[in-house]
């Protein structure tokens, strides 16, 4: 499968220069460590000098007060670059050619984690020639490489002689097709399909359709007493993180999981309702194959060996069984799925017996699939081969820094660079491009003098596409350097794969996201001067997990941003496929590169707003706000689970559409058979913590008003700002003190959210309002020790969780 000897050469460079192991430093390299140091050593110089100076000195007025643009100041301290300018700069640099350019370089050969340390020695020294230091640095990680694969269907057939004996009766590809006018197809050192943290293994058995493999579809499977022990899974993909489809069906006793790509998932662009498939039309190519990681997510993302400490070499490690499978498992395209599940036709329940939640997207009945669950008969089973190496090898972060004039304050930027293809053209390159596109803005900047304010760290992290290594070691390294100083961190990923803006923030965040995407115009002028912010569906999604924002807001409790254009559903997108190709991107995704010009820009000024105004742009008011809706959802959830069979049914209403709604609701951990036994006993103790609750709506109330002080003592400030003329020092330095000292509360106000011990049963995740559902992996679960522990109907636990999150919300209360 893939050459060793061609990507050893690769790797050399570098480890003969990783550091050998050594304490946990506090900064993330020479050029942070020694500013800081010189910083922290001399505070109160610093503090004149540095931001009563700067904030004295610097007239411009952030936002709309042009006239002060082209004053120069003399002397020390001088201010070349205004606000204005800057947001000029960083409107006007970004360039579609340019980004097509990028996106052309790292779509060009494979970049699996660890495997292309050329691409990360390339993208440091692209930023370097923008004006930006730059430096890499690596973990050594435990991830694992395809060596081999099988899948085949065999049946027990009657010879002649009457002996019976065992009959392929389909060989599946495991391959996609090449496809002439598509060159990443073809090239010689494609990376095979597989699945990352995946077990090797040599299973053979028949096999049971476990639908999208959520919680529910297990437990609805062993409600109709489906044998499940010693089978084969077939799931879908789609809704929940792959790993958690690995791991329940590992946890009931399957021997393996076969996971395919239902067209019937792609909403209406399938070839059934006649759009041709890729290449010819925007429908998915029927031999796609979808790879991606199989570890647990939900439990803990990085080095399953180092979780909570960086993998640096000589590190100590874990064993990994509790954080990814120990069951083999393949991905798989339609075509090679259909004579699977044609196999099942005939055996076991259809899914017509089982609840709406089994019928629905079923793409592959117009090819003869009924949509059986199995099991196969005896005479009818799957062979799954899977055969993994597994090594601790090196990934490569690159790291780049523009210093601020506040050196405790910094904004992290950032998106990563591996990808499970040779092509990744949405997924990451689309973001890579774009992220370099804003450094070259913000190059520009810089060669004309420009200095901001707060430090600007950019990040190309390696590894995400196997658990967020990259950015997870990282985070863990630095930690407490970024726990004082990090103001924001700033992701994309898939930065433009369509035209359909994805947002999911941290509350803080949300007034910053609505101004800037005004303030950038859509590539769609169909409507003259419309914005992105215009044709934008302004959902901003709440922080769950499946990008590298995960580390800074789950476990170190930054407000983070993860932004995007999606592909929606005009064309669908080949994700983790050899399709998702540059000659995709430049056919179906983002012809013209528009997009990925549009969120260069979007990046750049968000950036730019966090690190250059004066007063941090958070709103405490809107956390305060949100918090209490969320408390709301936790009540609407009680509510579900006492009054059981209406509530419930009302959602399942909703959840036939909403993929949001059915995935919530079919991930829900509870046992309904246990549910509707014991509910008569449990409304006492329900009801004790129904009052509970009713304690954080009296801690929020304390929050908000605090909130709304400081959101307003902000406003001030920031109009104060640009009223008292620049000459005037006692005021100036007056005004600069009081502003950092609403600075520090912003900052540390996500923080107080983190509880030390963690969430139950996965203590890495330390924030207690957002993690990624325990069983969808991907979307965020607000105040999850609430959710789990009534899924659960452990009212006990769900009280405890109550006494901490009051705990919590007083401590971010008092903080502001
Ligand atoms: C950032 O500041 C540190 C300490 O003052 C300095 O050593 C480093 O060279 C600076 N980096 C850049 C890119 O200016
Ligand atoms: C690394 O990436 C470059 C640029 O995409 C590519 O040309 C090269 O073949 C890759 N190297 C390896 C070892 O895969
Ligand atoms: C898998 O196991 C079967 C017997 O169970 C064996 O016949 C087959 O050769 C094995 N496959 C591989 C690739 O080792
Ligand atoms: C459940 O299945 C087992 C065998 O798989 C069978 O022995 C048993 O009778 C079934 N029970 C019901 C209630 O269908
Ligand atoms: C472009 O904008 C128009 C007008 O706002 C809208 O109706 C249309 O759906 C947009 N097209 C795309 C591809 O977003
Ligand atoms: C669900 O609850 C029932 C009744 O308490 C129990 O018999 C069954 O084993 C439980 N199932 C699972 C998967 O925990
Ligand atoms: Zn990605």
């Avoid at 290449?279 to 991606?292: E, I, L």
């Avoid at 949100?626 to 009054?643: R, T």
């Avoid at 520090?744 to 995740?765: I, N, S, V």
Wanted: glycine share 8%.
């Amino acid at each position: 499968m893939k050459s060793k000897t061609a990507t050893a050469s690769e790797r050399t460079p570098l480890i003969t220069t990783l550091p050998i192991a050594s304490p946990r430093p506090r900064y993330p390299h020479a050029v942070v460590r020694r500013f800081c140091t010189i910083a922290l050593a001399s505070v109160l110089t610093w503090f004149f000098l540095s931001v009563a100076v700067s904030l004295t000195l610097f007239p411009d007025g952030h936002g709309h007060h042009g006239h002060h643009s082209h004053r120069t100041w003399p002397g020390w301290g001088r201010r070349k670059v205004d606000y204005d300018q800057l947001k000029r700069i960083l409107l006007d640099t970004p360039s579609s050619e340019k980004a097509e350019e990028w996106s052309r370089y790292y779509t060009a050969g494979p970049h699996l984690a660890g495997k292309n340390y050329s691409q990360a020695l390339w993208t440091k020294d692209l930023w370097e020639k923008f004006g930006v230091k730059s430096d890499i640095v690596s973990y050594d990680v435990y991830i694992n490489y395809p060596v081999d694969h099988r899948l085949a269907l065999l049946k027990k057939e009657k010879q002649d002689d009457g002996a019976s004996a065992w009959k392929v009766s389909f060989e599946a590809s495991l391959t996609e097709d090449v496809i002439d006018e598509d060159p990443t197809t073809s090239l010689a050192d494609r990376i095979p399909t597989f699945h990352g943290y995946s077990a090797s293994g040599n299973v053979t058995a028949p096999v049971v359709y476990v639908n999208y493999g959520t919680y529910q579809d297990f437990e609805d499977l062993i409600k109709a007493n489906v044998t499940l022990e010693g089978k084969i899974a077939i799931a879908r993909y789609g809704g929940i993180f792959r790993g958690l489809k690995v791991k329940r069906a590992q946890e009931l006793g399957m021997i393996g999981t076969i996971l395919y790509s239902d067209p019937g998932d792609d909403g209406d662009v399938t070839e059934e309702n006649g759009y041709a498939v890729y290449p010819d039309g925007p429908a998915r190519q029927p031999s796609s194959v979808q790879r991606g990681s199989t570890q647990f997510l939900s439990v803990a993302p990085g080095d399953p060996t180092t979780p909570g400490y960086p993998s640096k070499p000589g590190a100590p490690r874990q064993p990994v069984h509790s954080a990814i499978p120990s069951i083999p498992s393949v991905p798989i395209s339609y075509q090679d799925a259909i004579p699977i599940l044609r196999a099942l036709n005939g055996h076991g329940p259809k899914v017509k017996d089982f609840n709406k939640y089994w019928n629905r997207n079923m793409g592959l009945q117009y090819k003869g699939v009924h949509y059986n669950i199995g099991p196969t008969p005896d005479d009818v089973v799957v062979n799954l081969y899977n055969e993994q190496e597994y090594e601790t090898t090196p990934l490569w972060n690159v790291i780049g820094v523009i210093n601020g004039t506040i050196p405790d304050e910094v904004i992290v930027v950032g998106c990563h660079r591996d990808a499970w293809i040779a092509g990744g053209a949405g997924d990451p390159n689309s973001g890579s491009a774009v992220l370099n596109e804003a450094i070259r803005s913000f190059g520009e900047a810089l060669r004309l003098g420009w200095k901001p304010l707060r430090t600007i760290v950019f990040a190309s992290w390696d590894g995400e596409e196997y658990g967020l290594i990259g950015s997870t070691e990282w985070v863990e390294e630095y930690l407490p350097w970024l726990r004082g100083a990090n103001v924001a961190y700033v992701n994309t990923d898939t930065a433009a794969g369509g035209p359909d803006l994805f947002v999911s923030a941290a509350p803080l965040l949300d007034n910053l996201i609505y101004s800037v995407t005004a303030e950038v115009p859509s590539p769609n002028q169909t409507v003259p001067g419309q914005t992105v912010f215009d044709l934008w569906d302004k959902n901003i999604h709440t922080m769950g997990s499946g990008s590298d924002f995960t580390a800074f807001q789950d476990f170190a409790g930054i407000p983070s941003v993860h932004i995007g254009f999606d592909a929606g559903y005009k064309a669908v997108y080949h994700y983790h496929s050899n399709y998702d190709s540059f000659h995709w991107m430049e056919k179906f995704g983002d012809p013209g590169f528009v997009y990925h010009k549009a969120m260069a820009q979007i990046l750049g000024l968000m950036t730019a707003k966090l690190a250059e105004m004066p007063v941090i742009p958070f709103m405490a008011t809107d956390y305060a706000k949100a918090l209490d809706s969320y408390v709301k959802k936790v009540e609407d959830k009680l509510g579900a689970a006492l009054h059981l069979p209406q509530v419930e049914e009302d959602l399942s209403v909703l959840a036939i559409n909403d993929d949001e709604v059915y995935f919530e609701l079919r991930s829900r951990a509870h046992n309904t058979s246990a549910l509707t036994t014991t509910s008569s006993s449990s409304p006492p103790d329900a009801g004790s913590f129904k009052t509970h609750l009713r304690r954080l709506h009296h801690a929020l109330e304390k929050l908000t008003e605090r909130a709304m002080k400081l959101d307003k003592r902000a406003k001030h400030l920031e109009l104060d700002f640009e009223g008292v003329p620049w000459w005037h020092w006692p005021a100036r330095i007056k005004l600069a003190l009081a502003i950092r000292k609403v600075n520090t509360k912003y900052k540390y106000l996500e923080r107080a959210f983190l509880h030390e011990q963690g969430l139950d049963g996965r203590p890495w995740f330390k924030h207690v309002v957002f993690a990624p559902g325990l069983w969808t992996g991907y979307a965020g679960a607000v105040f999850p020790g609430l959710m789990e522990s009534i899924d659960a109907e452990d009212w006990k636990n769900a009280e405890r969780w109550v006494d901490i999150i009051e705990s919590r919300i007083l401590n971010a209360a008092k903080g502001l």
